[in-house]
């Protein structure tokens, strides 16, 4: 059951974060604070660099690589340690969501808007919260 949940979350989380942003472009908004609202980001993190398109060129490779290190490190220890398995699949997850993004559109698409926060999209938050897993799960291991 858990390794079923495993493999279908990651796959869920993908397509409701390239659905939220289809609708995005098709110009759904809420126009409330906090809310929906779109926002084309060609730079990296909190929208540094974002008039750059050899940013946007490097972060494609960037996350390319990313990418391949996960699987590499996935494959190096493939047997089943729980948090690990998650930070890696919720990682994989956002980078491939955001890869996608910058394929197709030249930048990754933001749409959820705290007012308190830079606008931000369901593939950073799956970054975020699989680095913090993968924190947990080497804290663990070394204490």
Do not use: E
Request: charged residues 10%; proline residues 2%.
């Amino acid at each position: 059951m858990v390794k079923k949940a495993f493999i279908a979350m990651p796959v869920l989380l993908f397509l409701l974060d390239q659905y939220f942003k289809l609708l995005v472009l098709k110009g759904f908004s809420t126009n409330t604070c906090p809310g929906i609202r779109m926002l084309m980001n060609k730079g990296i993190a909190f929208g540094i660099a974002n008039n750059s398109i050899i940013m946007n060129y490097a972060m494609i490779i960037i996350y390319i690589l990313l990418l391949i290190g996960l699987l590499f490190f996935y494959n190096k220890y493939n047997k089943w340690m729980g948090i690990y398995n998650y930070g890696i699949a919720l990682l994989f997850v956002g980078i491939s969501s955001n890869l996608v993004d910058r394929l197709i559109h030249g930048a990754v698409i933001d749409y959820i808007d705290l007012c308190i926060w830079p606008v931000f999209n369901l593939a950073d938050l799956s970054i975020v919260i699989g680095i913090t897993l993968l924190i947990v799960f080497i804290a663990k291991k070394n204490f």
